[in-house]
């Protein structure tokens, strides 16, 4: 081949006048065209990849830090996963962490991260603002400590109260679960950070969790768990949907063809990318095809080589894995994570995230109970006070698991430096004591018993004119609770305690419902749920009434396990370990069983109670407040949606906010013969003020699911709507036909 005089000159004018030759900056990747849409940027940059390039980012690097001996690599932020990039194509590395109640293992990094109350206290706030506060500080976070995934975001349905994760988890209601989870998700992605729905589906309990499996018709499973995650999917449109461990009627959650091809992304039309648990994949090909796009932390080797061979092969076709590659790709262009990369650099701000922390506690503590008027206390009446239990001298408790935040100084309880160790109750140091003590006045004799022995709390109580009794039930990811009682005899102690002092207030630190059979003998009630690192203040602001309480349950407390649909958890024999539960974990790998979730079907939660006529201890939806609210005048008005109006008056004498809430029970042809959450309002108001509240209603809350033609109908007939402020006390109601009924026609927004 001859090389010809013009073809060198025209090389060394390419060579002369190439950008960099010229001092100028090479022409930008034509996928960082920002004016591109996410899917447009993805296939330019796709079309550039070799086969290699695809199969790298479709698992992950392994265990890293979360398993001893581990190689971690060079890159890695420290995080549970970590995903390579393609530095010649401009793509980022992905770096996930747990992040479900603020950013994990940030001391073992030499990082600060806060911890936020459970996601189940955000819950109880039922203001989805304050949820996207949440998420924001958990995106705020990991962005400065420079991750650009959360793989946080659960909001399975809390079916099993004894679940060890409910913490982590927002409410028995797919309606409130969905949004509230959906804002936080929102939230974490307004930083730019890559935000994840978990744990798809039905992983409702700990026992068993590898390899049970969850047994659920499809009407009750549409209508119930999966309208949680579609709510939440289709409000915060997350990068992530992380599929769980269990099996889901018959195939397991990262390769069931139902539940990831059919309905989360045909059905609901979802862009972004499963992700399998940590070790929750069992398959490649069958994973592959059923709608799997991630295997983590990939050591199991699903979607590594075998991937690539059974592409090779065509068993797996060669679109699927573009398809996948797509996923993550346009995710990662949507979230903004290759325009504006993390800051490392950056620190977190702790003050920052304690405000954030404390006043969205502030809003989730629930009063449950207020015989007397005992709360809130006087600084100028009380002189003394007995505080016991709960290490409330030091701090306030936190949920385990994958959830573990490290609390700065190590644990409150046990001071050393250094990360939380799994399976470990982790105390912050936000002391309820030394707060009590702030707000009290100088002179009053505040007091501190550890609880330990009930005698020697019950004399402590007896020289006081009333006593505050902190309990706590410790609760973790891997392991269920065998009971609704508190651990340690801590009945007892409340017991003893309330007998010596007829002032007696409980103040609950606690990952779920608990039964209380000292309920009737204390004077006070106040559900803390595990309150952040804010919480020693938040609830002292609420005992001594500089906030005046506004929480509601977002989970029914039922008085017995022999009331719930399962009496036992299914599968877990009672045996040593926390709180008489499964140690949970690896003895858990071995375990095969059945939960026959449709023992109560659509009827979760409040539902079950109503069927069954059964009364909770406190239902759902109830809370107390300093102030008093009166309901009337209820009506209906329909533009694109259907609202239902009415008056809310704050007649008392301070002011609060009440959360006002729509139930409807559908007409009788729906099977469905329980109210069910339509919508709500958090209302703020002065004393004596009133206002008239508009509260839409989804179409989904009228609707059913028919698996038969595969859509969501509205039945015919008669609805019955009632208005409260607790799904247990429903002032306002009226039966209405929707389809002759003559509504006022208004121009609202839809939302
Ligand atoms: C297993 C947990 O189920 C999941 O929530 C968590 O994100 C992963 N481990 C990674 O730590």
Redo the contacts with the bound molecule.
Sequence with gaps: MSFSRATFVACIAVVLCSPAALGQKPAPQPWMNPSLDPDARADLMIHEMTLDEKIQLVHGNGWGV?RDGAPVASRHNGG??FVPGIPRLGLPDIN?A?S?VGV?MAALNGRYATLLPSVLGMSASWDPDAAFLYGSVIGRELRAQGYNMS??G?VDLIREPRNG?NF?YASEDPILAGIMVGQLARGVQSNHIMGDI??YAL?DQETG?NTLNAILNLRALRETDLLAFQIAIGLAHPAGV?C??NRINGDYACENDYTLNQVLKRDWGFKGFVLS????THSTVKAALAGLDMD??GDDNFFSDPLKQAVLAGTVPQARLDDMVHRIVRSMFAAGVIDQPPMPRSVVDPFRGRDDAQSIEEESLVLLKNAGGILPLSAAKVRSIAVIGGHADVGVLSGG???QVDSPGGNAVDPKMGASVWGKAVYFPSSPLRYIREQAAPDAHIAYDAGTDPAAAAKTAASAQLAIVFVTQWMS?GQDSATLSLPDQQDALVAAVAAANPNTIVVLENGGPVSMPWAANVKGILESWYPGIGGGQAIANILFGRVNPSGKLPVTFAATEADLPHPQVTGLTPRTGNNGADAGGARNQARNFPVDYNVEGMAVGYRWFQEKNKQPLFAFGFGLSYTHFVYSDLGFMRSATIYVTFTLRNTGAQAGDEIAQVYVTLPASAGEPFRKLAGWKRVSLAPGASQTVTIPLDQLCLSIYSPTDDKWTRPAGDFLFEVGGSSAELPLHQTIDLDSARLAAVDLPNK
């Design positions: 979360l549970a996963g996930l747990d479900a994990r793989i946080g659960g994760r982590e978990k744990h992983n969790r992380m769980s461990y648990d940590w070790g929750g983590q932390p698991g994958s959830a990811e």
